[in-house]
Every structure is written in C-alpha cells, then in structure tokens.
C-alpha cells in the first residue's frame, strides 16, 4: 500500500464483517482485538465504514500479546473493518 509517507511500510489484512447487532446501550464501548503475542507490530490502526476507511485515524493499543480498541458503534447494524499495520 502506498500514499502514507515514503519510509512506511503498511500491510492491509483480509476485509471481516462484523454483525454489531448487540442488545446493549450505545454508551457501552465495543471492544476490536488483533492478536500479536510476540509484538512483531510497531503499530496496528483499525479502519472501516464506521470511518469512511481513514487509514491511520484509529490507533490500536498493545497488551499482553494483543493490539486492542475500544470504539463507539451504532447497534444493530452490520459494519465491516480491516486492520492496518506497521512493522
């Protein structure tokens, strides 16, 4: 992928689509999780329609072996995602 900058190296990862059709209240973060156990990530931002695909505008966090975020989404509604990373 290019378009970030000339030293970034970002890889996309397969498209998931997720049925966010969850009885709760839309106060209550939802919380996305990459698996990185070994840290091989230097960074992993999380992008999708809930966005309109901005790349680099959701950072994830890393702990104990997971890249995680807490976002905020309409229920019950279907929204699909992908997962950028760097490293």
């Known amino acids: 992928f ?3 900058g000339k030293n970034d190296s ?3 990862f397969e ?3 997720v049925d966010m059709r969850i009885q709760r209240e ?3 973060p939802f919380t996305l999780y990459f698996p990185d156990p070994e840290k ?3 960074a ?3 992008l999708g329609d809930f966005n309109n695909w901005r ?3 959701i950072p994830m966090t890393w702990h104990e072996g997971n890249w995680f975020v807490n976002i905020f989404l309409e ?3 279907v929204y699909e995602y992908k997962y950028i990373s760097q490293g």
């Open 2 to 4: 290019r378009g970030f």
């Open 10 to 12: 970002l890889r996309f």
């Open 15 to 17: 498209t998931t689509a």
């Open 26 to 28: 839309n106060t209550n």
């Open 40 to 42: 091989k990530q230097q």
């Open 44 to 46: 992993v931002y999380l």
């Open 55 to 57: 790349p680099r505008e």
């Open 75 to 77: 229920t019950n509604r």
